[in-house]
């Protein structure tokens, strides 16, 4: 099977409801505390991709065990720091940042030697972000060059840390409080706002979690060794794989889309809150609070007057991944979209930033781009009739699917690599787009 895909037609007219794959942020993070709970949790509509899946693999490879009973995961766990890793024990990531990140916070008492790798992408990541904290609580740590591969040995004498989280990453404080349940005494850490799945969740739990909701930072404290019960969890819909499908329809002609049952925390909705000030009109309806997540329904309409943006930075995090989208949004926008501060974009599984200023000067869209700011002169009027080839992206998912919609709501003849990228956060995402009579081949 070719590992590439064709498109060369616009899609069609539609009016549908769709339901997209479940949240994977979520999905790894249940996982994990499942991992660290007392007795059997059950985890309903559990993410299958890559990501997922390795994350279930690394928690068998340190001891614990797991069983899928119809739509239900069945994780046993055996409390904080639950694990019995064999000798020489690896753990690979594979694509997952979060992943690779958050386990190493669980693994600061561990009594074995735990060797941590990941693919080609994952290895060319900075994890010094991650290091630089777990070494403060006392957890031994060697890797070279701040990358994959990484060997960490935990130790008994952990201490708590108070520590200043400057980046805006919600991997880097959540496994800073992954390592603080395993920590006696209370860790501080001053956060830059970012996502705070990981703090609901601990909250949810009933764990001994504190947060001060600052303008630009949160002030979170933990008291470690609080052992916690087994839990049930069913993971929604994803906001960010569902960001695809809202700014297909937003792009396309006469279109409407009603995306059910997805997750709309606070963190995670900088796209919608982005594209309603570019005149979207993206609604949520039938909304509910489940276990301190908020859910609804998304409701989206074809807009053909979009406008410009002048970009608040405080949105950067909320839509951190989602930008590749939001720029493709402003390439047929009116007028002259800024956007500041991205250096974070290019340190995810490929560097976004760059990617996106290449593939929007490919279109034919003028772009000033300096650093980490971009300018991005929108032209209403784009309607492509070359041909395209999308290629040599390190396997990103986000820029394979972004293609897609680019290749369906702007026209040309495309060719798009690395197919199987999806896998890793949304393998039904071709399949959902043939259901909208999207023609791939």
Request: proline content about 3%; overall charge positive.
């Amino acid at each position: 099977m070719p590992n590439h895909i064709l498109i060369n037609k616009k899609i069609r007219k539609f009016k549908k409801e769709i339901e997209v794959s479940t949240d994977k942020s979520l999905s790894i993070r249940t996982v994990l505390l499942a991992s660290q709970a007392v007795g059997k949790s059950k985890i309903s509509n559990l993410l299958e991709s890559e990501d997922v899946i390795n994350t279930l693999k690394a928690i068998k490879k340190l001891g614990i065990k797991y069983e899928k009973k119809g739509k239900i995961y069945e994780i046993q766990g055996f409390g904080l720091n639950g694990f019995s890793p064999k000798k020489n024990t690896i753990i690979d990531a594979g694509n997952s940042g979060t992943l690779g990140r958050l386990i190493l916070g669980l693994l600061v008492k561990s009594n074995k030697k735990i060797k941590l790798v990941g693919d080609k992408s994952l290895s060319k990541r900075d994890f010094s972000r991650i290091t630089k904290p777990l070494n403060l609580f006392g957890a031994n740590i060697k890797s070279k060059k701040n990358s994959l591969p990484i060997e960490i040995e935990g130790t008994d004498f952990l201490r708590p840390i108070n520590y200043l989280e400057k980046i805006g990453s919600a991997q880097v404080k959540s496994a800073i409080i992954l390592a603080a349940m395993n920590t006696p005494g209370k860790t501080i850490i001053k956060a830059l706002k970012s996502r705070d799945h990981t703090e609901r969740m601990l909250k949810y739990l009933k764990l001994p979690i504190k947060i001060k909701t600052k303008k630009k930072y949160d002030l979170i404290e933990i008291n470690g060794l609080k052992q916690f019960d087994a839990f049930e969890y069913i993971i929604p819909g994803d906001i960010s794989s569902s960001a695809f499908f809202i700014v297909l329809t937003l792009l396309s002609t006469n279109s409407e889309l009603i995306i059910k049952n997805v997750n709309i925390n606070e963190s995670r909705i900088g796209i919608i809150k982005i594209l309603n000030k570019m005149n979207a009109k993206i609604i949520f309806r039938n909304k509910k609070l489940y276990k301190g997540e908020k859910t609804a329904n998304i409701h989206v309409k074809s807009v053909k007057n979009l406008k410009s943006v002048n970009c608040p930075s405080s949105l950067n995090s909320s839509a951190i991944d989602e930008f590749l989208l939001i720029f493709l949004v402003a390439a047929k926008a009116k007028g002259v979209s800024v956007f500041k501060n991205l250096s974070e974009l290019n340190m995810k599984e490929s560097p976004r930033l760059d990617i996106a200023t290449r593939f929007l000067k490919m279109i034919g869209i003028k772009v000033l781009r300096k650093k980490d700011n971009i300018k991005i002169y929108g032209n209403p009027n784009l309607n492509l009739k070359k041909k395209y080839l999308l290629r040599n992206f390190l396997k990103d998912h986000r820029v394979f699917m972004m293609g897609c919609v680019a290749a369906l709501t702007l026209g040309g003849f495309w060719r798009i690599n690395d197919k199987n990228s999806i896998n890793t956060s949304f393998p039904k995402f071709l399949k959902i787009l043939k259901k909208l009579k999207a023609e791939i081949n």
